[in-house]
C-alpha cells in the first residue's frame, strides 16, 4: 500500500507538533511506523493523502454515528455559516439543542453547553465541588474523563497505550484530592466513601469504560452505585461523551434505568464538531454562574455551527427504528469477529453495548482495567496492520473501541468480517 505521502506529512509535523499529532493515540507509535493522513471522507469510508480507501470504524472516536459528510448535515451547516460562526451572544439555536438534551437524558433537568468533553468532566466536577462543599473525588481505575490534572490519575486509553499511570505536570497537592478504585467493584466504592466520611465531593465514572476498550458493568453494579452516593450525599456523575446517544437515544443511563445526579456528554451531540455539555438536577444547576457561584465560562460554547450539527445529528437519531438498524449492524459484525477467533483458537475477549464494539487478545473474561491490561498488545499490533494494508481502519490501539455507523452497509460489514478472518487465520 502506497503511503509516501502520508510519510512526507508526518516529516513535517513533527517539527512543528509535539509527536506530529494533536491528540496522543493518533501517534502510531504502539503499533510502528507512522499515522495516515487523511484527505477526505464520505459515508463509512476515508481516504488519505495517497489515495488510499479504508473503510472506518474509527468515526472520529464515536462522533460520526452517522457517518461522515452526511448530506443533511452538510446541508445544515453551509446554511448556518453564512450567517455567522460566532456572536459572543445567546442564541434559540443554543436553547434548542438544550431542550433536545433535556427531553432525552433521564437525569438532566438544566444544561451547560461548552467545547469539549474535557470541559464538561472539569465543570461538572467544579460544581459537584461546590454544591457539597466537599473536595476530594473518587474515580474509577481506568476511566478516562480528558485531561483535567486530577482526572489523570490512572487514566484510560491515550495513559494505557504509552503505558502511564499518571501524567507529568500534575501536582501532588492536586492528585492527592482524588481516589481511585477498580471498575465492576461496588464494595470498593462503599468502602473508600466510608473511610472518606463528609469529604468525597462526587463519584464520576462511564457508565460503559470507552477508554480501556469497552468493559460492561455487572448486573446491578450501577444499581449498587446509585444507592451508596445517595446514603453518603455523595454526587453521582455519569460522563457519557462516549456513551450518550450512541447507546441508546438517552445514554447509557436510560439503556441500563440507573439515574445519576448528573451528566457529562460531547462527540454525537455536536455531529463531528468540537462541543461538550454537563447537566443534571435544578438543584445542582442553579448552582453555576450566573444564578449560583460556581463559575465556568466559554467563548466559543454554544457556536452555531456546532451546535446546528448536533441537533441535526440528534433528529434523524430520533427516527423510528435508527438504535435497531445499529444493533443489528453492531451484533453481525461481532458475531464474524468472535467466530475468526474461535475458529483459529485465537485467545480473545469480546465485548460489545450497542454500535460500540472491540476485542481483546487475551484469554481473561475483562471485566475491569487489571484484566484489560492482559491483552497481548503485539498480537494486536500485527491485527491492526493486517486490516489496515485490508483497508480497514480501526484505533491504533488496543485500548479504544470501535464505532458501527447508520452507513456501514450489509457488504461493508461482510468485507471487514472476511478481511479480519484472513488476517487472524494468518496470525
Same mark, same amino acid.
Given at each position: 500500500?502506497?503511503?509516501?505521502?502520508?510519510?512526507?506529512? #508526518?516529516?513535517?509535523?513533527?517539527?512543528?507538533?509535539?509527536?506530529?499529532?494533536?491528540?496522543?493515540?493518533?501517534?502510531?507509535?504502539?503499533?510502528? =511506523?507512522?499515522?495516515?493522513?487523511?484527505?477526505?471522507?464520505?459515508?463509512?469510508?476515508?481516504? %488519505?493523502?495517497?489515495?488510499?480507501?479504508?473503510?472506518?470504524?474509527?468515526?472520529? #472516536?464515536?462522533?460520526?454515528?452517522?457517518?461522515?459528510?452526511?448530506?443533511?448535515?452538510?446541508?445544515?451547516?453551509?446554511?448556518?455559516?453564512?450567517?455567522?460562526?460566532?456572536?459572543?451572544?445567546?442564541?434559540?439555536?443554543?436553547?434548542?439543542?438544550?431542550?433536545?438534551?433535556? %427531553? @432525552?437524558?433521564?437525569?438532566?433537568?438544566?444544561?451547560?453547553?461548552?467545547?469539549?468533553?474535557?470541559?464538561?468532566?472539569?465543570?461538572?466536577?467544579?460544581? @459537584?465541588?461546590? &454544591?457539597?462543599?466537599?473536595?476530594?473525588?473518587?474515580?474509577?481505575?481506568?476511566?478516562?474523563?480528558?485531561?483535567?490534572?486530577?482526572?489523570?490519575?490512572?487514566?484510560?486509553?491515550?495513559?494505557?497505550?504509552?503505558?502511564?499511570?499518571?501524567?507529568?505536570?500534575?501536582?501532588?497537592?492536586?492528585?492527592? $484530592?482524588?481516589?481511585?478504585?477498580?471498575?465492576?467493584?461496588?464494595?470498593?466504592?462503599?468502602?473508600?466513601?466510608?473511610? $472518606?466520611?463528609?469529604?468525597?465531593?462526587?463519584?464520576?465514572?462511564?457508565?460503559?469504560?470507552?477508554?480501556?476498550?469497552?468493559? *460492561?458493568?455487572?448486573?446491578?453494579?450501577?444499581? *449498587?452505585?446509585?444507592?451508596?452516593?445517595?446514603?453518603?450525599?455523595?454526587?453521582?456523575?455519569?460522563?457519557?461523551?462516549?456513551?450518550?446517544?450512541?447507546?441508546? &437515544?438517552?445514554?447509557?443511563?436510560?439503556?441500563?434505568?440507573?439515574?445519576?445526579?448528573?451528566?457529562?456528554?460531547?462527540?454525537?451531540?455536536?455531529?463531528?464538531?468540537?462541543?461538550?455539555?454537563?447537566?443534571?438536577?435544578?438543584?445542582?444547576?442553579?448552582?453555576?454562574?450566573?444564578?449560583?457561584?460556581?463559575?465556568?465560562?466559554?467563548?466559543?460554547?454554544?457556536?452555531?455551527?456546532?451546535?446546528?450539527?448536533?441537533?441535526?445529528?440528534?433528529?434523524?437519531?430520533?427516527?423510528?427504528?435508527?438504535? *435497531?438498524?445499529?444493533?443489528?449492524?453492531? %451484533?453481525?459484525?461481532?458475531?464474524?469477529?468472535?467466530?475468526?477467533?474461535?475458529?483459529?483458537?485465537?485467545?480473545?475477549?469480546?465485548?460489545?453495548?450497542?454500535?460500540?464494539?472491540?476485542?481483546?487478545?487475551?484469554?481473561?473474561?475483562?471485566?475491569?482495567? %487489571?484484566?484489560?491490561?492482559?491483552?497481548?498488545?503485539?498480537?494486536?499490533?500485527?491485527?491492526? #496492520?493486517?486490516?489496515?494494508?485490508?483497508?480497514?481502519?480501526?484505533?491504533?490501539? *488496543?485500548? =479504544?473501541?470501535?464505532?458501527?455507523?447508520?452507513?456501514?452497509?450489509?457488504?461493508?460489514?461482510?468485507?471487514?468480517?472476511?478481511?479480519?478472518?484472513?488476517?487472524?487465520?494468518?496470525?
Amino acid at each position: 500500500m502506497e503511503c509516501s505521502k502520508s510519510l512526507s506529512e #508526518w516529516n513535517k509535523s513533527q517539527k512543528i507538533i509535539p509527536g506530529g499529532v494533536n491528540s496522543p493515540v493518533r501517534n502510531f507509535s504502539k503499533v510502528g =511506523e507512522h499515522p495516515r493522513f487523511i484527505d477526505r471522507a464520505r459515508g463509512c469510508r476515508i481516504f %488519505d493523502v495517497d489515495g488510499n480507501e479504508y473503510i472506518d470504524y474509527v468515526a472520529s #472516536w464515536g462522533p460520526l454515528i452517522l457517518g461522515h459528510a452526511h448530506p443533511t448535515v452538510v446541508h445544515a451547516l453551509v446554511d448556518v455559516v453564512h450567517r455567522g460562526t460566532s456572536f459572543g451572544a445567546p442564541t434559540p439555536l443554543e436553547t434548542e439543542l438544550a431542550q433536545i438534551i433535556v %427531553d @432525552a437524558v433521564p437525569s438532566i433537568d438544566k444544561v451547560r453547553l461548552v467545547n469539549s468533553g474535557t470541559e464538561a468532566t472539569m465543570s461538572a466536577i467544579r460544581l @459537584a465541588r461546590g &454544591y457539597t462543599g466537599r473536595d476530594k473525588i473518587l474515580k474509577i481505575d481506568g476511566c478516562y474523563h480528558g485531561h483535567v490534572d486530577y482526572l489523570l490519575a490512572k487514566a484510560g486509553s491515550g495513559v494505557a497505550t504509552f503505558g502511564l499511570s499518571d501524567s507529568g505536570g500534575v501536582p501532588e497537592d492536586i492528585a492527592r $484530592n482524588t481516589l481511585t478504585v477498580p471498575f465492576n467493584n461496588a464494595e470498593a466504592v462503599k468502602s473508600t466513601i466510608e473511610a $472518606n466520611s463528609d469529604e468525597i465531593a462526587c463519584l464520576i465514572l462511564e457508565p460503559i469504560m470507552g477508554n480501556m476498550g469497552i468493559i *460492561q458493568p455487572k448486573d446491578g453494579y450501577l444499581n *449498587q452505585l446509585r444507592e451508596i452516593t445517595e446514603q453518603h450525599g455523595v454526587v453521582l456523575i455519569f460522563d457519557e461523551v462516549i456513551t450518550g446517544f450512541r447507546v441508546a &437515544y438517552g445514554g447509557a443511563q436510560s439503556y441500563y434505568n440507573v439515574t445519576p445526579d448528573m451528566t457529562c456528554l460531547g462527540k454525537i451531540i455536536g455531529g463531528g464538531l468540537p462541543v461538550g455539555a454537563y447537566g443534571g438536577k435544578n438543584e445542582i444547576m442553579n448552582c453555576v454562574a450566573p444564578e449560583g457561584d460556581v463559575y465556568q465560562a466559554g467563548t466559543l460554547s454554544g457556536n452555531p455551527l456546532a451546535v446546528t450539527a448536533g441537533i441535526t445529528t440528534l433528529k434523524l437519531l430520533s427516527e423510528p427504528g435508527v438504535y *435497531q438498524k445499529l444493533e443489528a449492524k453492531a %451484533d453481525t459484525l461481532a458475531t464474524g469477529l468472535a467466530e475468526a477467533t474461535k475458529k483459529n483458537r485465537i485467545d480473545a475477549c469480546h465485548s460489545r453495548v450497542g454500535s460500540m464494539l472491540m476485542f481483546y487478545f487475551t484469554s481473561e473474561i475483562v471485566t475491569d482495567a %487489571d484484566g484489560a491490561r492482559t491483552a497481548d498488545t503485539d498480537r494486536f499490533k500485527d491485527y491492526f #496492520w493486517g486490516l489496515l494494508n485490508k483497508g480497514i481502519y480501526i484505533a491504533p490501539s *488496543q485500548f =479504544e473501541a470501535g464505532f458501527v455507523s447508520l452507513v456501514h452497509s450489509d457488504n461493508d460489514i461482510q468485507n471487514t468480517i472476511e478481511a479480519a478472518s484472513e488476517v487472524i487465520a494468518q496470525m
